[in-house]
């Protein structure tokens, strides 16, 4: 539960940056399930929870994208609600995989306070997913290693609504009916986060990312910070990212917003440090 993302993840970092074939399974529930519903870094905002009484203000980490960035091992988001196909792929190949890997699971809790009770878990968990609260997707690095895209989004666009969906828990609906213009204020915030997704690079995207990139050189340039001066990262590198499916475009309603590219093969531009050194 809510121990992954907060008191245990030291513990659970340290396991997963050792590259040891190991599995492991987060149930979240979004709390602290096990101690009465305390809130935790995997609270998302405008929820009530015991130490956020008034809705959290700020964002959830993201585990699955901290994981994600050491680049071996195999992550995944599952909802089995939603989709027991995927639940299963992803528990199949995170067990065949040889290496750390780590599956992360939706888990309605009597904590959420949803209306029906937890005898609709399942039917929670669908909804989650059909309204772009949760989404499913399975990171593998053996694709990587193939010259394939290692990430592989399993859910589709919403069906239904954001907003239908959190106010059916009373972990929502409550704060809305204590402090109606915080809530608004919280879960449009909230729904904006949900929003942002991530996805491959296509060479059709090239001119928007290096837009990005030259609008930060531009930046970097205006703070007096001589990064990115001298024609790096240019087009050519950009295209080469794509050609090994480590570019990533993030997107916000449809529109390219960012990029960044996942590579664990090392980079040539870090072998030299000046005036400075590895910690």
Not at 119 to 132: L, P, Y
Not at 156 to 178: C, G, H, M
Not at 237 to 261: H, M, P, R
């Amino acid at each position: 539960d809510g121990w992954a993302y907060d008191i245990g993840f030291g513990g659970l970092d340290h396991v997963l940056a050792q590259n040891e074939d190991v599995n492991i399974f987060v149930f979240d529930t979004e709390v602290y399930s096990n101690t009465g519903g305390q809130a935790s870094k995997s609270t998302p905002t405008g929820a009530i929870a015991q130490f956020a009484a008034g809705g959290k203000v700020v964002k959830k980490k993201d585990l699955a994208a901290i994981a994600m960035s050491y680049g071996y091992v195999y992550v995944a988001q599952i909802s089995m609600g939603a989709d027991y196909n995927q639940t299963i792929k992803a528990i199949k190949e995170a067990e065949a995989y040889h290496g750390p890997s780590i599956i992360i699971a939706y888990a309605p809790c009597i904590n959420h306070g949803i209306k029906g009770g937890m005898s609709i878990a399942q039917t929670e968990e669908k909804a989650a997913v059909t309204s772009g609260y949760w989404n499913l997707f399975r990171f593998n690095p053996e694709l990587a290693a193939n010259g394939e895209n290692p990430f592989v989004l399993d859910s589709k666009a919403p069906t239904t609504e954001y907003r239908d969906f959190i106010l059916n828990e009373v972990r929502y609906s409550s704060l809305q009916r204590a402090f109606p213009d915080k809530a608004e204020s919280l879960f449009t915030k909230a729904e904006a986060d949900a929003k942002v997704a991530e996805q491959n690079a296509k060479k059709e995207d090239a001119v928007r990312i290096m837009e990005i990139i030259d609008g930060a050189k531009e930046s970097l340039k205006t703070l007096g910070i001589d990064q990115w001066q001298n024609g790096y990262p240019s087009r050519e590198i950009i295209e080469k990212d794509f050609e090994k499916a480590q570019s990533y475009c993030v997107l916000k309603d449809g529109v390219i917003v960012g990029t960044f590219a996942l590579i664990d093969d090392g980079e040539p531009t870090y072998d030299e440090i000046f005036d400075g050194k590895w910690l």
